[in-house]
């Protein structure tokens, strides 16, 4: 019946099978051409405002701490914007694990595949720090099509998505390792690997430094990136994936090998940054906005979202 490796007869009691159900809405859903999918996911997304009151309106206030001089007007068309993009994840979710190599590569190009190329031809591993745009999971695939990599992601709770998901990632990437395996990153790194990792969440204070972050402040920022490039010495450049601004399809942004990282924790928080705010404004109102960035903070501050 499934011979995928980590299936379990599990998987098909009735507990799982709503889960089935949505499954196979979703992988009929992306069986559509591409310009029906990208209407479904946009009106999607903005229906679901009325329904997603809490999430609007921390998308709106993180918006508003990051770009103080923007309008009200101009603040109201990014969360609206952002909502778009919001539904068509799912739906980009569903292209990434469903669709064939042939149909995804008529949708995308990549600009700046020659600087991972010589990152990785050095041999001493490649840290690829990604950021939380909506179209990430199709960030992921696409990226491995490009150059099979490994990356890093939080387990998921239903055994049956994490085999879901794991099999959707691993079509077209080498592994999995869980954000918390730092050795499993390193080792992955100093045998030349190339291995993606997004540090643009908030993780807590645990592992963290405060860093300005846009026009906010103190924002924990983990300090995972700058340990990791301590004990693993790998190059580090950023892959970024945007929904064109005409929506036909993605572009993969690929950096050159960045240069001169700090070499304390601070520093190195504020510098990280620094490069994924450039990331985010190639496309501000695709970014995860809805995640509340800044709910860590230092002590005896009140939260910014009350």
Same mark, same amino acid.
């Given at each position: ?22 499954? &196979? ?26 329904? %997603?009151?809490? =999430?609007?309106? $921390? ?5 508003? %701490?990051?770009?103080?001089?923007? @309008?009200?007007?101009? @603040? ?16 980009? @979710? ?8 042939? =149909? ?7 600009? &700046? #595949? ?12 490649? #840290?690829?720090?990604? +950021? ?7 960030? *992921?695939?696409?990226?491995? !099509? ?17 085999? +879901? ?11 999995? $390792? ?5 050795? &499993? ?6 045998? &030349?690997?190339? +291995? ?42 950023? +892959? ?13 942004? $690929? ?7 700090? @070499? ?11 490069? $994924?705010?450039?990331? !985010? ?6 970014? %995860? ?7 860590? =903070?230092?002590? *005896? ?6």
């Amino acid at each position: 019946m499934f011979k995928f490796s980590g299936f379990k007869n599990q998987f098909l009691q009735p507990k799982y099978w709503l889960t089935w159900f949505g499954l &196979g809405c979703l992988w009929l859903l992306v069986q559509l051409p591409f310009p029906i999918i990208r209407a479904i996911g946009f009106n999607a997304g903005r229906l679901s405002r009325p329904f %997603l009151k809490r =999430r609007e309106a $921390i998308a709106r206030k993180n918006i508003q %701490l990051c770009f103080p001089n923007n @309008t009200p007007a101009d @603040t109201e068309r990014l969360v609206a914007e952002n909502f778009k993009s919001l539904g068509m994840a799912l739906l980009e @979710t569903g292209i990434a694990w469903f669709w064939s190599d042939r =149909r995804v590569r008529k949708y995308f190009d990549v600009e &700046g #595949m020659e600087n991972l190329q010589r990152a990785a031809a050095q041999q001493r591993g490649v #840290m690829v720090v990604g +950021v939380h745009f909506m179209s990430l999971e199709l960030g *992921g695939r696409i990226m491995g !099509i490009c150059q099979p990599m490994m990356a890093t992601y939080r387990p998921h709770n239903n055994a049956m998505m994490e085999w +879901v998901q794991t099999k959707g990632r691993m079509r077209s990437n080498k592994a999995m $390792i869980d954000r918390r395996n730092l050795k &499993g990153m390193v080792s992955a790194l100093k045998k &030349g690997e190339s +291995v993606w990792f997004a540090p643009d969440q908030d993780y807590g204070i645990k592992g963290s430094s405060f860093a300005p972050f846009f026009a906010v402040k103190d924002v924990a920022t983990t300090n995972g990136t700058f340990v990791l490039s301590r004990l693993s010495r790998s190059a580090l450049l950023t +892959v970024t994936m945007v929904r064109r601004a005409d929506n036909s399809g993605y572009r993969l942004y $690929i950096s050159p090998e960045i240069e001169n990282y700090p @070499t304390n924790e601070a520093e190195a928080a504020a510098f990280t940054n620094r490069i $994924i705010e450039h990331e !985010i404004l190639r496309a501000p109102e695709q970014y %995860l906005w809805v995640h509340r960035r800044f709910k860590t =903070r230092p002590a *005896g501050e009140v939260s910014l979202y009350v």
